[in-house]
């Protein structure tokens, strides 16, 4: 019972923590969008406790587009990168058990352990258990903004 409530006090840690090193990055992305410089692209990328958080900010002489990636993960698994152009999201296990899912029969996602989900509309090889093509899906459409979500069979995040 003890461990179950440090693992839970861990889970809100490391969910703290991932909403204090997003917003970091978003104040350093705004302060740099707002200085004088005469930056015509930047990037920034910063990694820490295996989630990868991207920034880019690509600029033209008549307009500017921003892309940002902000994670919070509530649970085990961890979505650690989506693909800006809609073809893959990678998830990770950041618990110390495995998890299993029905992405193929009886997927198990190990402990630490990282994995790709492809649309099919990607062309890339199903090699489990570090990549797996999601066979009915093609690139999902994001339009102006993308928002992705992992839910549990009962369809909770």
């Not at 940002?68 to 979505?79: C, E, K, N, P």
Request: charged share 20%; with cysteine; hydrophobic share 35%.
């Amino acid at each position: 019972l003890a461990e179950m409530a440090v693992l839970q006090q861990l889970d809100g840690y490391q969910e703290l923590l991932d909403i204090k090193l997003g917003l970091d990055m978003e104040i350093k992305l705004h302060l740099s969008i707002s200085s004088n410089s005469p930056k015509s692209n930047y990037h920034y990328s910063s990694s820490m406790h295996s989630s990868t958080k991207k920034w880019k900010l690509g600029a033209s002489a008549e307009s500017h587009t921003n892309f940002s990636h902000l994670a919070r993960t509530r649970g085990r698994v961890a979505m650690e990168e989506v693909d800006l152009e809609d073809k893959f999201v990678h998830l990770s296990n950041k618990s110390k058990a495995p998890i299993f899912y029905r992405f193929t029969l009886k997927f198990t996602l190990k402990a630490g352990q990282m994995v790709t989900i492809w649309a099919s509309g990607a062309r890339i090889s199903h090699n489990p258990p570090s990549a797996m093509v999601w066979k009915n899906q093609v690139p999902w459409e994001s339009g102006n903004s993308l928002r992705s979500t992992l839910l549990t069979s009962s369809c909770r995040n």
